[in-house]
């Protein structure tokens, strides 16, 4: 009986130990990101809106040559809030907690500050850890950082989300 409990404790803790993909390998910084196909980064974000701040993990995934950018924030619970997909100025927004969707141009996307969202995942790759938009701050404390074989990918978009609900970033 205790060689069986410690056989399911020994499943259980190399369940949850955390390991790197394939394809993967750990990001140096400084690294021409020519160099590299893609790179993820997982980061802990404060976002000040006003009064109002709200702190989550969120994932980013930038493929620079495609100019593809794929960003996830998380819940507590680990469950996706939000997947914000770019290509090129193309940008597509899925709310996963209100069930909406948004797809337009990264323009009216006001966290990218007039920049293309490459340029802007890039910038945040290569240690920028503060946005600034008027009063609205977002805090970015990084993780881990790895390069990757990876590609950002568009989101299917759930029949169900309800269309035209601009993304408030």
């Not at 597509?92 to 920049?115: C, E, M, P, R, Y």
């Not at 969202?117 to 945040?124: F, L, R, S, V």
């Amino acid at each position: 009986m205790r060689s069986a409990v410690n056989l399911l404790l020994a499943f259980l803790l190399l369940g949850c130990a955390s390991t790197r993909s394939v394809g993967e390998a750990p990001f140096v910084a400084g690294t021409p990101l020519d160099q590299v196909h893609a790179v993820r980064e997982l980061m802990r974000v404060r976002a000040t809106h006003g009064e109002r701040t709200e702190s989550f993990k969120a994932q980013l995934l930038v493929e620079p040559k495609a100019n593809r950018v794929e960003l996830t924030a998380y819940t507590p619970l680990g469950t996706s809030a939000m997947t914000l997909y770019a290509e090129g100025d193309q940008v597509t927004f899925l709310n996963h907690i209100a069930q909406t969707q948004w797809s337009g141009k990264a323009s009216d996307v006001a966290i990218f500050g007039g920049v293309a969202p490459a340029e802007w995942a890039t910038k945040i790759v290569n240690g920028q850890t503060t946005i600034k938009r008027g009063a609205d701050t977002v805090e970015i404390t990084p993780l881990q950082i790895v390069s990757t074989d990876a590609s950002p990918r568009p989101p299917s978009i759930p029949r169900e989300y309800r269309c035209c609900v601009a993304p408030a970033l």
